[in-house]
């Protein structure tokens, strides 16, 4: 904050009267520290005119937001030296020879007795270079985003003493003999993202498809429920089929399991499921690996045994890559060739871009086929540090946990084939460890409803025949009349007693 403090013409009454004129306001009109101002002025100035103070300007705000910018970094020149002593630090940090896991509080003790930098300037830091930024009329702040990624981490780490762990790796787990040392600043506690919201609104409703178990939501984030419910879907026919895939046709097991992964009976009895899908689906089929690394491995193995070059006889194959761009033309491709009526194939990732937030309406998803249980790399540091952390401070035990994200994450991605009442599709698990009950038991219960004996543990043959038939009914006239006293209600069946005393009853249940 700069201010210049201008004397106005001599002495009247033996009192000096003074104009504050702001030159830098960072923040809004804040009251209290005009008033804050006011009285140091008076303080300073005891003959100042009483009646001078209309003439300070009510938008001087020294104090940014509600506490002051550390003096040590007010300036641009000692904001610029202190980011270079930061910087310094950081570097001597990464040179390292193990793997260093450490607390927040642990690591400001740690600069604190190294460089003397104190906690407090490190909050400012964001705020201060978007300050300099502005000061300078920099638009384009592309080529600073190294110092703002800097910046950004001096705030959050001296803001969060707890839910928060840093991690240094000196190498990459995927090359344990090359120096590339990174520093992860990881959050272990989800509630602190969701806690403003609780705090601000007095009503907060948590609702989607896969909230799944319900139960699991609370301790995590942390909260009390005041009413917590679980629907189910209100169709007129049976427009999803979900079928566990547990076996090849030679009886060999279907899984993703680590130790099964390089096997060639496994790879080639997926291809054939896709391949034997690809001809009696019409249209357009979703398939999801559980990594990427897992996807290229079983596409090149695919392209090897010629399985591929059969496939693209039915369909064409577009497939999701890491690279933004070409994602997005894959799927403007796909969706292409499933208008024309060519049909294709999009070979996706769990937890990538499409099975986040792309929906396959209609043809563009008559299948999903999800070949294996989507774990995370259970070896990650990361993902070790915040199991630990649910373990101490919710009591969630770490199999449930996994077990949590990786059946949320599978009827995330199987969902897609199914956004309305009016579609249909096929649901596969390529996987036997879905015929589990603790694997079943946390999906959703629209998923559950529609898993049959005679769903479980199939072989490729089994599928197809039950997908033959499932297909074939899907393929009937139906309309919107067929839905009315079903899924749908017309006003008078609205307003009817019956209906009403039914709602009532709902609602008194929940």
Known sequence: MTCVVKRLG????????????????????????????AFQTRVLCPDLNPGSGSQILKSFCLWSSSEAVPGSIRTA?????????????????????????????????????????????????????????????????????????????????????QGFTIIIEPFEDRTPTIANPVLHFSCMDPSIAIKPVF???????????TLS?????????????????????TLARTCLCPLI?????????????????????VIRNYGN???????????????????????????????????????QRNKLIFIETQDAAETSMALEKYQEACENG????????ARGKVSEGIDFVHHFGRAVIMFGVPYVYTQSRILKARLEYLRDQFQ???NDFLTFDAMRHAAQCVGRAIRGKTDYGLMIFADKRYARADKRGKLPRWIQEHINDGSLNLTVDEAVQLSKHFLRQMAQPFSQVDQLGLSLLTLEQLESPEMLKKIAQIAHQT
């Open 396 to 398: 969630i035990r770490e």
């Open 77 to 161: 020149e000692h904001f610029v030296g202190f980011l270079r002593r930061f910087l310094e630090y950081l570097k001597s940090r990464l040179r390292v020879q193990h793997v260093v896991q450490e607390s927040a509080p642990q690591f400001l003790k740690d600069i604190f007795d190294k460089v003397c930098i104190d906690r407090k300037p490190l909050r400012f830091c964001a705020e201060r270079l978007q300050s300099l930024l502005r000061t300078l009329e920099i638009t384009d702040i592309s080529d600073f985003s190294a110092v703002t990624l800097i910046s950004n981490f001096a705030t959050l780490v001296s803001t969060y003493s």
């Open 245 to 265: 895939v547990g076996r090849g046709n030679d009886q060999v097991a279907l899984s993703s399991k680590f130790e099964t992964r390089e096997d060639f009976a």
């Open 10 to 37: 001599g002495f009247q009454d033996r009192r000096r009267r003074y104009q504050i004129q702001a030159i830098y306001c960072p923040g809004p009109d804040l009251l209290v520290d005009y008033k804050r101002l």
């Open 213 to 233: 178990p319900v139960d699991i939501y609370p301790r995590i984030l942390d909260f009390r429920p005041v009413t917590m419910a679980s629907f189910t879907m």
């Open 199 to 209: 705090q601000r609104f007095q009503s907060v409703i948590i609702t989607s498809g």
């Open 273 to 311: 499921l896709l391949l034997e899908m690809s001809a009696v689906v019409p249209d357009g089929i979703v398939a999801f690996f559980t990594s990427y690394v897992y996807m290229e491995n079983i596409v090149a193995s695919w392209y090897e045994q010629g399985i591929l070059e059969n496939i």
């Open 342 to 349: 060519r049909g294709a194939i999009l070979l996706s990732v």
